[in-house]
C-alpha cells in the first residue's frame, strides 16, 4: 500500500467515527421573548401563519448531520430565543440540481486543454430559517 492511500484510508476511518455536528448561528431581527421548549416551536415549510412576529434569521452549518438533528437544532435555538414558530425559508425550493460543463483552458507558452465536467449543487431545505413568535390574528 503507498503512503497517499495509505493516508486515504486513515482519513476514511477517522471520518467514519467522526461525530455529527451542527452549528446554528443567529442574526437578530426582532425583540426576543421568555424561552419556550423546544418541543413546543412549530415548523412551517410551505404555509406561513397569519399573524407573527419575526426574532431572528437562523443559519445552519451541519457536518454529518441528519436532517432531523438539524430540524432539532433549530427548534432548540429558537426556542431559546423565545420563539414558538420556525419559517423554513429554502423548503419550496430544496433539491439537487445536476449540471455540466465545458471548459478551455489556455495560457501563455502552452497548448489549449479543454476540460469536461459534470456537477451537483443540494439545495439544503434546512440551511436557513427564520424564528418567528405565531401572534393570534
Not at 21 to 34: E, H, N, P, Q, Y
Not at 47 to 70: C, N
Not at 119 to 130: L, V, Y
Amino acid at each position: 500500500m503507498s503512503a497517499a492511500t495509505a493516508r486515504i484510508a486513515l482519513v476514511l476511518v477517522a471520518l467514519s467515527g467522526a461525530p455529527a455536528c451542527v452549528r446554528v448561528s443567529t442574526t437578530r431581527i426582532g425583540g426576543t421573548s421568555a424561552a419556550v421548549r423546544p418541543d413546543s416551536v412549530q415548523v412551517f415549510a410551505t404555509q406561513r401563519p397569519i399573524a407573527y412576529r419575526e426574532i431572528a434569521v437562523l443559519k445552519t452549518h451541519r457536518f454529518l448531520a441528519s436532517d432531523s438533528r438539524t430540524l432539532a437544532a433549530l427548534r432548540e435555538r429558537a426556542a431559546a430565543l423565545g420563539a414558538n414558530g420556525l419559517l423554513l425559508v429554502n423548503a419550496e425550493n430544496s433539491a439537487t440540481q445536476q449540471h455540466e460543463g465545458t471548459a478551455v483552458i489556455w495560457s501563455p507558452g502552452s497548448k489549449p486543454s479543454a476540460v469536461m465536467g459534470r456537477g451537483s449543487t443540494s439545495i439544503d431545505e434546512f440551511e436557513k430559517a427564520i424564528a418567528i413568535r405565531v401572534e393570534k390574528p
